[in-house]
């Protein structure tokens, strides 16, 4: 059970308590109930409670409310933390034994809910999910949908990337008033664990999933290798309309003239800014590398546990990924990209004459600039990434933060975070003869080719659901920010539900959005596993800059090349 079911079972009984009371004239509120769960909800809000704000919590008068208190830290119960180096001032904290027993009730409330409702045993309560909080989006599927699932008795199987908006999609699904699914039908991994698992998936003779959600530059290569089947026909019978969604999104996820997916939803590589912060020292916000360095030197107090910046540097996908977006910003692409008014495109480039082009004023620019983040991050900057960075900037401790805006949305919602209504949302600042273009990213719904023919109209018509615009209209007002559909980044209701859905919206209109950052070759893979180990080298100090890109730059090429040979035999055949 997560802390916003628990918020919600809090909440539920609170409600049903309060008739009673009210109807009932000599009933009194029970001061430990007040007083444990006023502990609890402070404890997953993250704010601290004195032992007089406690006292007057429990409608008990004052010395009674005392005896009580103490009575219940002496039990061990409660906590006394302190709150300086004096000792003479503490703060109240449910203990781990006295969370994990209230865990134990809330699930079974949760239980019994479901087995009053008649929607589930209610024996397992970990297979469905409590709706009703800032993470489940509650729409009704179409009914089309739910017969189709009855008639077939099919136990519809995900594969999704471990983030928030998956996090959403699946309690969506599990919610108990849907019925629709359980828990235990998807699986959550992190990128690298998501990639390995679709591609081993792909060599079985049989799927182990319907749906399967890929990151949108390994459309190429899923698509190449047969791991994906073209959807092109069931686009059209499921009621999808292509013309809905933004034209640079729909066309990530075509290879060679075929549909292979559906986005599920784009995300955007962002600067985050501590607004209070810099509207305290009167800074301007940053606009270029040396900006960001200079404002970070500012902030940057390490002792104080305060940091200038927070970027993706952990080995592997994450310092890849931070690399590309960073020469991006110097105005190149990695590969030899045909070169458009406003950026770089993949279409009409001929995939057997293309090249690296890291080994140039882009690329030791954005490696350079990497350098000196790091003097402005924290220590283990090389060692963090996604969840880690953006929990350093939620918790208040760094002045600036890279991040997608689908993570960053926490920063408005998360009942954890200290710096709600406190962040400006930037464009990527530009490096030496760059632009301020923004990369775009995010996830394809596509099918397995090996799924059996009998279950792949079912599997479109769940993506179809998943992707259609209720559903993102109603993730959008439920904190996830962007969703690729005209319709919805149009709506009214939707564009005040987020700053960050009002700021992606600014950046389209300026044509600040692009893909071609990341483009979705069949090589894409291997250049960022290159990256990943190189460009971390030559940060670590274990190897010099330039042999690191000569290094990167002679496997990509190798990489390139092999390809390029394979295609020539597959058409000479």
């Known amino acids: 059970m997560n802390e916003y079911e628990m918020l919600r079972v809090i909440d539920f009984i609170e409600k049903t308590r309060r008739p009673f009371r009210e109807v009932v004239e000599a009933a009194d509120d029970d001061a430990i109930w007040l007083i444990v769960t006023f502990l609890i909800k402070s404890h997953i809000l993250s704010q601290p409670v004195s032992i007089s704000t406690l006292g007057q919590e429990s409608g008990l008068p004052y010395a009674t409310s005392m005896r009580l208190i103490n009575r219940l830290i002496d039990a061990g119960s409660i906590n006394k933390v302190a709150k300086g180096t004096t000792g003479k001032s503490f703060a109240l904290q449910p203990s781990d034994q006295l969370l994990r027993s209230f865990e134990v009730y809330a699930r079974k409330t949760k239980s019994l809910l479901a087995q009053t409702l008649g929607l589930r045993a209610g024996e397992e309560e970990d297979e469905y999910y409590f709706g009703g909080t800032p993470l489940g989006s ?53 990128l690298p664990e998501l990639y390995r698992r679709a591609r081993e998936n792909g060599a ?49 996820a075509t290879w060679e003239g075929k549909d292979y997916g559906v986005p599920g939803y784009c995300t955007v590589e962002l600067l985050a800014a501590r607004k209070d912060l810099f509207a305290d020292t009167g800074l301007s916000f940053p606009k270029t590398f040396d900006d960001v360095i200079s404002a970070g030197r500012k902030f940057h107090d390490p002792d104080e546990g305060m940091f200038g910046a927070v970027w993706d540097g952990a080995r592997g996908m994450p310092i890849a990924s931070s690399f590309l977006f960073f020469m991006g910003a110097c105005g190149h692409p990695a590969i030899s990209l045909r070169k458009t008014r406003s950026g770089f495109t993949l279409d009409g480039a001929n995939l057997e004459e293309l090249s690296c082009t890291i080994l140039s004023d882009a690329g030791f620019a954005a490696l350079e600039y990497m350098r000196r983040l790091m003097e402005i991050s924290p220590p283990k900057i090389l060692e963090m990434a996604w969840d880690r960075t953006l929990e350093v900037f939620l918790k208040g401790r760094a002045s600036l933060g890279y991040f997608w805006t689908m993570r960053a949305a926490r920063f408005e919602y998360d009942v954890q975070s200290v710096v709600k209504r406190r962040v400006e949302y930037l464009p990527q600042p530009s490096g030496p003869g760059g632009t301020r273009a923004s990369p775009i990213g995010g996830f394809l719904f596509c099918i397995p080719t090996n799924l059996p023919e009998d279950r792949v109209e079912l599997a479109a018509d769940a993506i179809a659901w998943m992707a259609s615009r209720e559903a993102m209209k109603a993730h959008v007002k439920n904190g996830f920010p962007v969703a690729p559909r005209f319709s919805v980044s149009a709506d009214p209701e939707a564009a005040a539900s987020s700053p960050i859905v009002r700021f992606v919206d600014q950046l389209a209109k300026k044509n600040l959005l692009h893909t071609w950052q990341r483009p979705k070759i069949p090589q894409y893979t291997t250049i960022e596993k290159v990256l990943g180990e190189e460009i971390h080298d030559a940060l670590l100090g274990n190897k010099p800059p330039r042999l690191a890109l000569e290094h990167a730059s002679a496997q990509i090429e190798t990489s390139l090349k092999s390809t390029q040979r394979s295609c020539v035999r597959r058409s000479a055949i």
């Not at 136990?155 to 309690?171: G, P």
């Not at 059209?236 to 999104?249: A, E, R, V, Y």
Request: proline residues 8%; neutral net charge.
């Open 138 to 190: 509650q729409i009704i599927p179409p009914m089309r949908l739910v017969q189709k699932r009855a008639e077939s008795q099919i136990e519809l199987r995900f594969l999704l990337n471990d983030d928030n908006y998956f996090s959403a999609m699946r309690n969506m699904w599990a919610d108990f008033r849907n019925n629709l699914a359980s828990r235990k039908n998807f699986d959550l991994l992190p």
């Open 204 to 252: 079985k003779p049989l799927s182990d999933y319907d749906v399967i959600a890929i990151n949108m530059p390994w459309l190429g290569e899923f698509a190449e290798s047969g791991v994906i089947r073209p959807i092109d026909q069931y686009v059209q019978k499921t009621g999808i309309n292509p013309l809905d969604f933004h034209p640079s999104i729909w066309s990530a």
